[in-house]
């Protein structure tokens, strides 16, 4: 179902003419970062559908299989990092966090800067260090599906930033691996992609748990970094840009069990600087045009604060 609107021509299921053209610009900024034959990052395009109205139905059901094939042994480093992070003891939801805040953490964990250079696989991001939006969450769906936890991959194509979605309990949680977000409803149960879309406000009304869980910092800027690195900026930039009404999402499968179909090339420059640097241009005129808040492209215009409920 629905096959025909997927990968490259997810587009198609988006009726709004700037996110169909925001979703437009962000393929071709793939390809423009990463070449045609650029890898997985690449290749995991044609796992994905946009996430709508008319599909939410679907992806919530019968898009992603709930009985996973992970083969014991096939993927150890992944199977070690999972036994040394979990417990037999810790409900499905308490093994997704923790392995969440294990890829949240990467960046100290590695043995190079994650600035450095691009590429790998999962293994390999988790000896870089890598923190990179795109690398942390396909390692975040991996490492949970060797858990033993179905996973997936969501997308905000506008904004620019990939997360994961876990399943746990019989229900779908978004989870944002790189910063530490795994937002819930008000009853404390985790909260889907589409209902934050739906609800976006409920970034107002986290627990105290969900915001002990955000870590600040990130590769270009230190811990220390002051106000404009504040946990209300993560949360309001999840609220107002992630789960924008305008925003192009998707969700993607991609199965730690079928690496062998991928290849994870190494990168430290774009495949076209020139065509990426236009792209990325028309990228911010359009997201001026969605509507993105002022603070999206300067984050010293942040001002609000968010409190725990």
Known sequence: ??????GRNQ???????????????????????????????????????????????????????????????SRPLLEKVVVDNTSADMSEREKALALMRRVRDNRTSGLASPNLFL????????KRGALQGNEVSRLLVCLCQVAGLPARTHSAHITGHMSAEVYTGGR????????????????????????????????????????????????QMPEDAGASDDKSLIMARARDCYFHQREAMAIGNYYAWDYLKYTYPWRMDP???????????????????????????????????????
Request: aromatic share 12%.
């Open 271 to 309: 495949a076209d600087p020139v065509r990426l640097e236009q792209i990325r241009h028309e990228e911010h005129l359009n997201r001026k045009a969605v509507g993105l808040p002022d603070y999206y492209f300067n984050q010293y215009l942040f001002m609000e604060k968010l409190k725990p409920r």
């Open 119 to 126: 590429g790998g696989n999962e293994e390999e991001l988790l």
């Open 11 to 73: 587009m198609a299921l988006l009726r709004d003419p700037l996110s169909k053209k925001g979703c437009e610009l962000w393929l071709e900024r793939v390809i423009a970062s990463y070449g045609e034959d650029g890898g997985v990052d690449v290749e995991i395009i044609n796992g994905q559908i946009a996430l709508t109205d008319e599909t939410t139905e679907f992806i919530y059901s019968d898009f992603t299989p709930l009985t996973l094939k992970y083969v014991k042994g």
């Open 1 to 6: 179902m629905y096959e025909e609107f997927m």
């Open 172 to 219: 779908w949680g978004w989870m944002d691996p790189m910063k530490g977000i795994a937002p819930v409803k008000d009853d404390d149960t985790p909260a889907s992609a589409w209902e934050l879309f739906e609800d976006p406000k409920l970034f107002e009304r986290q627990p105290k748990s969900v915001w002990d869980d955000i870590r600040l910092s990130s590769p």
